[in-house]
C-alpha cells in the first residue's frame, strides 16, 4: 500500500482537479504532501519502533496510514485531499521502516532471502501498476477508490498485525526530535516556495521567505547534525565518496523521474485523448519494465559491478526523456514515443537493481541500517522535489487550456528532468570501483537494503 500511493495517484490527477477544483500547485501538493512527510520522517519512525516496540508502531502506521486513506476518499475539498495525503504520508514513514525488522524476526534465518525477494517483489509490482491500477480504478468507479482500496486491508490487517507479529525492539535506540523538525520544516519551506513561485511570483513575500527560511534551516540541521551526540543522519557517513555519489545520483535521479511521471500521466490524458486506463497501459512500457530487466541488471552488477550498471541506467533515463520530449515537441503520436519510454524502463530497471549494494557497501556493517534510511529518504525527497521544480518550469513555459499549452510547458520540463538524471549519470561515475574483496555487504545485508 505504501509504495503503491507513490505513483498510483498520478493517473487520476485530471478527475480529481475536474471533481475538486484547484490549480496545479494544488495538484503538485496531493503528490508531494505524501512524499515528503513520507521522507522526512522515516527514519524518525524507525527510531520510534525500534525505542518503543516495533509492532507497536507498526500497528500504529497502518493505522494512521488507513485513516489518511479514508479521509482522503471522503475529501469534499482540495486542501482536505493534501492533508489527508500528509496523514497517509505519517503513517507510511512510521509503518513502512519496520516492515522488514519485523520480517527478520519472523522468518528463520534460512529463509529470509526468499522473504526479502518476495517483500523486494511485492514493491517493484507496486510501484510497476501504480498509474495503471490508479487509473482503472478512476475510470470505472472514481478517483475516490484510489483510497477505498487501503481501508478493507489495513482494517483486516490490523488484527491479524496484532495476532501474529512477535514484539520486539533495538538495542540503544536514540530520537532525534530536533533533527526532525528542523529537516522537515526546511524540506517544506523550500518545495513551498517551488510550488508557489509561478502563482505568487518568484520575488514575492511567501516564496522568498519559504525558499530563504528554508535554506537557513537546511544549514542548521546540517550544524545540529554535526554536534549531536545521537544524530538522525550523522554527516561523517558523507565522507565516504561513494555514499556522497549514491545519495546524490539517487535524489536526482528521483527529482527527474518523479517530475516527468506526474506530467505525462496527466498530458496521455488531456492532450493525448486517453481514459485514465488507457494512459495508465500506456506508461506501462517505462513503469512495468523493471519488471523484466531488474533480475538481469542484478545479475550483470555481480559480475562487473554495480557502478558501470547504474551509470548506464542513469544515462539511459535521461536519454529517453529527452527523446520523449523531442517527439512530443514534433507533434509525434503515441507510437512515435513508446521507443522513448522503453529506453526509461531500462534506465530505472538498471539504476533499481545494484543501489542497494552500493549503499550498503559504502558504510560500515553497523551503519548499514542507517544508510538505508537515508537513502530512502533522498530519492522521497528528490521526488517531492521533482514535482515542484519540474511543475515550475511548466507553469512558466506552458500551461492547462489548451493541447499547444500543455505541450509549451511540457517540453522544456521534461528536458530539465532529463539534465538532472543526466546530473545523476555524473554522480555515478564518482562512485570508487568496486574491491574484488570486499566483506562489507553479505548476502543477507544486500537482499534486505534491495528490499528498502
Do not use: K
Not at 515528503?36 to 518503543?52: H, I, K, Q, S, W
Not at 519472523?106 to 529463509?111: D, E
Not at 502563482?199 to 534551516?217: E, F, Q, R
Not at 559504502?362 to 537513502?375: D, F
Amino acid at each position: 500500500m505504501a509504495a503503491l500511493d507513490n505513483l498510483v495517484v498520478t493517473t487520476a490527477l485530471p478527475s480529481i482537479r475536474a471533481d475538486l477544483g484547484g490549480q496545479l500547485s494544488d495538484l503538485e501538493w496531493t503528490v508531494s504532501a505524501y512524499t515528503l512527510t513520507f521522507a522526512v520522517l522515516l527514519m524518525f519512525g524507525a527510531a520510534l519502533g525500534d525505542r518503543f516496540g516495533r509492532r507497536l508502531f507498526f500497528l500504529s502506521g497502518l493505522a494512521i496510514f488507513t485513516a489518511g486513506s479514508a479521509a482522503a476518499a471522503l475529501a469534499p475539498t482540495i486542501n482536505w485531499l493534501i492533508a489527508a495525503r500528509a496523514l497517509q504520508g505519517v503513517g507510511a514513514a512510521v509503518m513502512m521502516p519496520l516492515t522488514l525488522t519485523l520480517l527478520t524476526t519472523a522468518v528463520p534465518a534460512a529463509r529470509r532471502g526468499m522473504a526479502f525477494g518476495i517483500w523486494s517483489g511485492v514493491n517493484g509490482l507496486a510501484v510497476a501498476t501504480g498509474p495503471l491500477i490508479g487509473g482503472v480504478l478512476t475510470q470505472h468507479l472514481s478517483w475516490q477508490w484510489i483510497f477505498w482500496l487501503n481501508v478493507p486491508i489495513g482494517l483486516l490487517l490490523l488484527p491479524l498485525a496484532r495476532l501474529r507479529l512477535s514484539e520486539s525492539r533495538g538495542a540503544g535506540a536514540r530520537l532525534d526530535a530536533v533533527g526532525t523538525a528542523l529537516v522537515s520544516s526546511a524540506l517544506f519551506g523550500i518545495v513551498f516556495g517551488l510550488i508557489r513561485a509561478n502563482a505568487d511570483g518568484w520575488t514575492s513575500g511567501p516564496v522568498l521567505t519559504g525558499l530563504i527560511a528554508g535554506a537557513v534551516l537546511l544549514v542548521g540541521f546540517v550544524r545540529y547534525e554535526l554536534r549531536a551526540a545521537h544524530p538522525m543522519l550523522p554527516m561523517r557517513l558523507f565522507r565516504s565518496r561513494a555514499f556522497s555519489a549514491v545519495n546524490a545520483a539517487s535524489l536526482l535521479m528521483y527529482l527527474g523521474m518523479f517530475g516527468s511521471i506526474f506530467l505525462i500521466s496527466q498530458f496521455l490524458q488531456g492532450s493525448g485523448g486517453y481514459t485514465p486506463t488507457e494512459a495508465g497501459i500506456r506508461m506501462l512500457p517505462w513503469t512495468g519494465m523493471p519488471l523484466i530487466v531488474s533480475p538481469i541488471a542484478g545479475v550483470l552488477s555481480d559480475r562487473i559491478g554495480g557502478r558501470p550498471i547504474v551509470a548506464t541506467g542513469l544515462a539511459l533515463q535521461a536519454l529517453g526523456l529527452a527523446m520523449f520530449a523531442a517527439v512530443t515537441h514534433s507533434g509525434g503520436s503515441y507510437g512515435a514515443q513508446v521507443p522513448s519510454l522503453v529506453v526509461c524502463g531500462i534506465g530505472m530497471s538498471l539504476y533499481f537493481a545494484p543501489t542497494a549494494n552500493l549503499v550498503m557497501a559504502s558504510v560500515r556493517p553497523q551503519e548499514q541500517g542507517i544508510a538505508s534510511g537515508a537513502n530512502n529518504a533522498m530519492r522521497e525527497v528528490g521526488g517531492a522535489l521533482g514535482v515542484a521544480a519540474l511543475s515550475s518550469v511548466f507553469t512558466a513555459r506552458g500551461g492547462y487550456g489548451s493541447t499547444q499549452r500543455f505541450t509549451d510547458g511540457l517540453v522544456p520540463a521534461l528536458y530539465v528532468g532529463a539534465a538532472a538524471v543526466a546530473a545523476a549519470a555524473l554522480c555515478a561515475l564518482l562512485i570508487p570501483r568496486a574491491r574484488p574483496a570486499d566483506p562489507a555487504v553479505t548476502p543477507a545485508d544486500a537482499h534486505t537494503l534491495q528490499s528498502a
